[in-house]
C-alpha cells in the first residue's frame, strides 16, 4: 500500500523567502513522485515529477525537489517566493512502478502556501 | 502539449436532472483517463479509473449507477451523474496520461450545484 503525508496543512512565507513543502511517503515499490499546484477553482498542473535516475528534480517556476530514500522524503523548496505562488500544493505517489500497475496516484492532504507582501 | 479538456466548467441545475461532463485529451491519445472529486478545503478522492473501450474501474465506496463513466475512444471521456441531488455538489476533475509511469495531466474542472 502506498500513502502520502504532507506536514503542515498552511505555510505562510514573506515575499522573496525561501518555500519549503514537506512531503513523506511509504511506497512498498520503488515510488514515482509527483508535485502539483492547483489555483483556485481550477485543475492540478505538475510541477515536477521524480521516476529515476537524478534524486534532485527541476521543475517548473523555480521549484526543485530532492528524493530521499533514505528519510521516504521528497520535498518541495523555492529559493525565492512570489506571490504568484499562492495556491495549494499536492504532493502525490503513483504505483506505476509496481506489478499493479495501474498508473493511480495517491495524493496527500495538500498545503495551502500563502505568501505575504 | 499533453493539454486536457474539460467541459463544462460550470453546471447549475435541479435536483433529479442527470448531467454529463466531457474529458478530452486535446493534443495526445490517452490510454487511461481517471475521475476524481474534490470537496472544499480538501485533496482530490479518486472516483474511477477509465480505459479506452472496457469498463471502468470504480473506487470502493463510488456507486457505478451513480456515476456513469465512458471511454469511448482515446481523446474523449465522459462521467454521467445521474438524477443529481444536493450531496452531489462538489467539483469533478479528470486527468489523462499517455501510458505507464507517465504524469496525469489534468482538465480545469467542473463545478456541479445541484439546486
Known amino acids: 500500500a502506498q500513502s502520502v503525508t504532507q506536514l503542515g496543512s498552511h505555510v505562510s512565507v514573506s515575499e522573496g523567502a525561501l518555500v519549503l513543502l514537506r512531503c513523506n511517503y511509504s511506497?512498498?515499490?520503488?515510488?514515482?513522485l509527483f508535485w502539483y499546484v492547483q489555483y483556485p477553482n481550477q485543475g492540478l498542473q505538475l510541477l515536477l515529477k521524480?521516476?529515476?535516475?537524478?534524486?534532485l528534480v527541476k521543475g517548473i517556476n523555480g521549484f526543485e525537489a530532492e528524493f530521499k530514500k533514505s528519510e521516504t522524503s521528497f520535498h518541495l523548496t523555492k529559493p525565492s517566493a512570489h506571490m504568484s505562488d499562492a495556491a495549494e500544493y499536492f504532493c502525490a505517489v503513483s504505483d506505476a512502478y509496481g506489478s499493479s500497475n495501474t498508473g493511480k496516484l495517491i495524493f496527500g492532504q495538500g498545503t495551502t502556501l500563502q505568501v505575504k507582501p | 502539449g499533453a493539454v486536457v479538456s474539460q467541459h463544462p466548467s460550470r453546471v447549475i441545475c435541479k435536483s433529479g436532472t442527470s448531467v454529463k461532463i466531457e474529458c478530452r485529451s486535446l493534443?495526445?491519445?490517452?490510454?487511461?483517463m481517471f475521475w476524481y472529486r474534490q470537496f472544499p478545503k480538501q485533496s482530490l478522492m479518486l472516483m474511477a479509473t477509465s480505459n479506452e473501450g472496457s469498463k471502468a474501474t470504480y473506487e470502493q465506496g463510488v456507486e457505478k449507477d451513480k456515476f456513469l463513466i465512458n471511454h469511448a475512444s482515446l481523446t474523449l471521456s465522459t462521467l454521467t451523474v445521474t438524477s443529481a441531488h444536493p450531496e452531489d455538489s462538489s467539483f469533478y476533475i479528470c486527468s489523462a496520461v499517455t501510458g505507464r509511469g507517465q504524469p496525469q495531466h489534468f482538465g480545469d474542472g467542473t463545478r456541479l450545484s445541484i439546486l
Open positions: 511506497s512498498s515499490v520503488p515510488p514515482y
Open positions: 521524480y521516476t529515476t535516475g537524478a534524486t
Open positions: 493534443d495526445f491519445q490517452a490510454t487511461t
